[in-house]
């Protein structure tokens, strides 16, 4: 990819369960970003966590973001079969011309089974 | 919310035709839009940022003639694939930011399926 790899590349669980989806990225960043993409769909913004965050939460999403590591984490608590999609990471410019740039990592599928 | 519009949604064409896809803002002034490819279960690789009243910047390795990029308004941004081939059949998505907001909102996509 442009921008890094993910793991797993499919995850497949119970309704219920935690989703547990990591990240990693090549360059420097400002933020990172996690979209969701449902089957031939657009993308829908879930989170952005800045480089001086460690973690966020949003609802049921908890996103961590290890800047030595260079990757983050996307949690997803108590799962829904409408979670099922694919989840991505992306990072890229923040300022002037570069702002909404973005470079996207491999994705997880992650299938949610009722 | 803000609305951004892709159209077509689904295109097939012979080869060796041009295709043009259109991404419209539909309640705000995007003076800079982004356009996509995405081949099954891959991810999405920028193709190129789309610049109102400029020429478009290409990302390393698509081809500027084979992808022609329009953004005639601070509303829409338009893709030609020209001259397209069987290879090229893709989902290409595009996203525009917000002049104002700096608010970034992704289209739903476009289906090419050259035949």
């Known amino acids: 990819s442009q921008q890094g790899e993910e793991d797993p590349q499919a995850l497949s669980i119970q309704e219920g369960e935690n989703a547990t989806m990591n990240c990693s990225y090549k360059t420097s960043i400002n933020n990172l970003q996690w979209y969701r993409q449902n089957s031939g769909r657009g993308l829908v913004h879930l989170i952005l966590i800045r480089s001086n965050e460690r973690e966020k939460h949003s609802g049921r999403l908890r996103v961590t973001l290890d800047t030595s590591k260079k990757s983050s984490s996307l949690l997803i608590t108590a799962s829904r079969a409408a979670d099922t999609a694919s989840y991505f990471c992306a990072t890229g410019g923040s300022r002037g011309s570069t702002l909404g740039r973005l470079y996207f990592g491999r994705g997880t599928q992650l299938t949610v089974w009722p | 919310g803000a609305v951004v519009s892709q159209h077509p949604s689904r295109v097939i064409c012979k080869s060796g035709t041009s295709v043009k896809i259109e991404c419209r803002s539909l309640?705000?002034?995007?003076?800079?839009m982004f356009w996509y490819r995405q081949f099954p279960k891959q991810s999405l690789m920028l193709m190129a940022t789309?610049?109102?009243?400029?020429?478009?910047?290409?990302e390393q390795g698509v081809e500027k003639d084979k992808f022609l990029i329009n953004h005639a308004s601070l509303t829409l941004s338009t893709l030609t694939v020209t001259s397209a081939h069987p290879e090229d059949s893709s989902f290409y998505i595009c996203s525009a930011r917000d002049g104002v907001t700096g608010e970034l909102f992704f289209g739903e996509g476009s289906r090419l399926t050259v035949l």
């Open positions: 789309s610049n109102e009243g400029s020429k478009a910047t290409y």
């Open positions: 309640d705000f002034q995007a003076t800079t």
